[in-house]
């Protein structure tokens, strides 16, 4: 397998990830892949040659091998590799995708022209996208977490398994090769995937928790927006007040107040006069 194509096509998801994914991205790498391909393969290596068996009845080592090791350590990380890597591609595909609308949409609106602020922002559907691969991701690891401890007995390598399965004729010792070896490093890659599932999972609360927070800031807005529009609409509502004619002003609020008889007339002493100016 080519691990050198592996990491160029994973590099891209890097520009698209949190803190938390570039975190998982680096162990994946530094503590899976390179532990994987510079030590674990060469531990292993033929492994069914090291598989020794105290008879010399033809077949019984090969059949009490794939007793034991239906499923060679090597191969099944090998899966696990590939398979929890893939659902990262799902986020570079969609922005991908993204990539592609806004281009079309500058062709035919212009280059001044967005529909999309940043691409690469994990906004609306690029924000479930993201957050599926991640539950994808961690389901992944479990699964075949529980696959190795389900045909290996809690991840345990014995030195010495008793085999009587067909053709061997009676109860056989088989030793396995490197043991403690092959155990320190099944431990490891255990512990590392275990890491992974605690970052996926610290991504999924951190990613829930922002796009939770961005929600609750957007419905402040729209209430402060809309406390705002009623407001303007309320002084608007009383300013129609002051524009009412003053004829209507002087007949509703400026009538005299007192009854008829008691307005009594002025003595003509006490009325004024204009000045003669002629």
Known sequence: MDWKTFQALLSGVNKYSTAFGRIWLSVVFVFRVMV??????????????????NTKQPGCANVCYDHYF?????????LQLIFVTCPSLMVVMHVAYRD????KYHAKHGNKAKLYE????????????????LFVKTGIEISFLYILHKIYDSFYLPRLVKCEVSPCPN?????????????????????????????????????V???????????KRRERTLALHERYNKDNSCSACSTLPM??????????????????????????SAPNLS
């Not at 592609?100 to 281009?103: I, S």
């Not at 939770?212 to 419905?219: F, H, N, P």
């Open 209 to 219: 928790s922002k796009g939770v927070t961005r929600m609750a800031q957007k419905m």
């Open 100 to 103: 592609e609308r806004e281009r």
């Open 70 to 78: 239906p499923i060679s350590h090597i191969r099944l990380w090998a």
């Open 36 to 53: 994987y391909v510079v030590a674990a393969e060469r531990v292993w290596g033929d492994e069914q040659k090291d598989f020794d068996c």
């Open 118 to 133: 940043n691409t690469g922002k994990k906004h609306g559907g690029l924000w479930w996208t993201y957050l599926l691969s």
């Open 171 to 207: 109860q056989v010792d088989c030793y396995i090769g490197h043991p403690t070896e092959k155990k320190v490093f099944t431990y490891f890659m255990v512990g590392a995937s275990a890491l992974c599932i605690v970052l996926n999972v610290c991504e999924i609360i951190y990613l």
């Open 247 to 272: 004829s209507r002003l002087e007949k509703q609020s400026l009538k005299p107040q007192f009854p008829g008889h008691l307005q009594a007339t002025l003595p003509a002493h006490m009325h004024a």
